[in-house]
């Protein structure tokens, strides 16, 4: 198993690395996007030691992509799962159709129809593609 393969697998087991990677790209993010070389800089601050080269080569081998055409499921993609693609799109768009309607009952941006917070990034997976709830 290469080191991107044992990396990937840790995100998707690891709830926790998950949630810290995410915020590490957060922080390295500068103008909305994530390069190869930001995820290699957070995949090292987790212990990972993985290449821009890597990552961008473990982009382009197929995969899923959202409607807007971005992969999901990269550790370097605007999408990491389905509920990123979900609070993220730029439609709006809410896995309970239509566009998402924030709660006003809320002190944080909740969609009153599928109850994600909106500003937040997805990093359990509780929607899929079609928009169906994931149980977990």
Same mark, same amino acid.
């Given at each position: 198993?290469?080191?991107?393969?044992?990396?990937?697998?840790?995100l998707?087991? =690891? @709830?926790?690395?998950h949630s810290?990677?995410l915020?590490?790209?957060d922080?390295?993010?500068t =103008?909305?996007?994530?390069t190869?070389?930001?995820?290699?800089?957070?995949?090292?601050?987790?212990g990972?030691?993985? @290449?821009?080269e890597e990552?961008?080569q473990?982009?382009?081998?197929g995969g899923?992509?959202a409607? =807007?055409? @971005?992969?999901?499921? &990269?550790?370097?993609e605007y999408?990491?799962?389905?509920?990123d693609?979900?609070?993220r799109?730029?439609q709006?768009l809410c896995p &309970?159709g239509?566009?998402?309607?924030?709660d006003g =009952?809320c002190s944080? @941006?909740v969609c009153?129809k &599928?109850r994600?917070?909106?500003?937040e990034?997805?990093?359990v997976? &509780?929607?899929d593609?079609s928009g169906?709830?994931v149980?977990?």
């Amino acid at each position: 198993m290469t080191e991107t393969e044992r990396f990937t697998t840790a995100l998707q087991q =690891d @709830k926790q690395l998950h949630s810290t990677y995410l915020r590490l790209l957060d922080s390295l993010m500068t =103008d909305g996007s994530i390069t190869p070389e930001m995820a290699s800089q957070a995949a090292a601050k987790l212990g990972y030691d993985i @290449k821009p080269e890597e990552i961008a080569q473990g982009a382009s081998h197929g995969g899923v992509t959202a409607p =807007d055409g @971005k992969s999901i499921g &990269c550790p370097y993609e605007y999408y990491l799962t389905w509920t990123d693609y979900w609070i993220r799109n730029e439609q709006g768009l809410c896995p &309970c159709g239509g566009k998402h309607e924030l709660d006003g =009952d809320c002190s944080g @941006k909740v969609c009153k129809k &599928c109850r994600l917070a909106l500003d937040e990034r997805g990093v359990v997976e &509780c929607y899929d593609g079609s928009g169906s709830a994931v149980p977990h």
